[in-house]
């Protein structure tokens, strides 16, 4: 079965960091694209990052951009993302997900069951 | 900030067919990057409906069905059933923007 499972979200201070984490299993991990993606609480869906296959290529939303970092480690097929300089508008629940196609313009299956961050005083 | 746009709401009685709308620009949709969907029952994950504009994965009923035109998509549901009722979301690419974007959001609502 394909799965993918997050963990790591917690309550953190403004201004604090998080990592969130993504086990996956069920498929080649090796030579998918991975997303994260979250979900302010009522809110819609927003794309957060994305990666390929080797970690050489890394894209980010702006407002994260110089505050997160994506990363993965293949030989334990897990996913990473390192939050840093955490502001109130990044709670949300985060999940990961495969893009199924590689690259631009794909699309995302399977998802994650998600992880909450809640970025409050 | 959403540059998909889509209803806030469809409701329709059990049976009917309604259709949910995904607005796009020359810069996703109508620069031929395909449109997906996805369901999402509040409270769990996203579930991937349609890709590539009208296809679906193996388990996702046919009553559901998509199309592209233009800047435009839309997702049908023919046959509404109960268990329809969710939250629904297109998601294609911007390349204006480098990034995946997803459509604001659509309630399913049987009457």
């Keep these: ?121 | 900030q959403s540059v998909l746009t889509q209803p806030p709401s469809v409701s329709g009685a059990p049976g009917q067919r309604v259709t949910i709308s995904c607005t796009g620009s020359s810069s996703n949709i109508g620069a031929g990057y395909g449109v997906h969907w996805y369901q999402q029952v509040p409270g769990t994950a996203p579930k991937l409906l349609i890709y590539g504009n009208s296809n679906r994965p193996s388990g996702v009923p046919d009553r559901f069905s998509g199309s592209k035109s233009g800047t435009s998509a839309s997702l049908a549901i023919t046959g509404l059933q109960a268990e329809d009722e969710a939250d629904y979301y297109c998601q294609s690419y911007d390349n204006s923007l480098s990034a995946s974007v997803f459509g604001t959001g659509t309630k399913v609502t049987a009457l």
């Design chain 1, 1 to 121: 079965e394909v799965q993918l499972v997050e963990s790591g979200g917690d309550l953190v201070q403004p201004g604090g960091s998080l990592r969130l984490s993504c086990a996956a299993s069920g498929f080649t991990f090796s030579t998918s694209w991975m997303n994260w993606v979250r979900q302010a609480p009522g809110k819609g869906l927003e794309w957060v990052a994305n990666i390929n296959q080797d970690g050489g290529e890394k894209y980010y939303v702006d407002s994260v951009k110089g505050r997160f970092t994506i990363s993965r480690d293949n030989s334990k097929n897990s996913l990473s993302l390192q939050m840093n300089s955490l502001r109130g508008e990044d709670t949300a629940v985060y999940y990961c997900a495969r893009d199924v196609n590689g690259g631009f313009g794909s699309w995302f299956d399977p998802w994650g069951q998600g992880t909450p961050v809640t970025v409050s005083s």
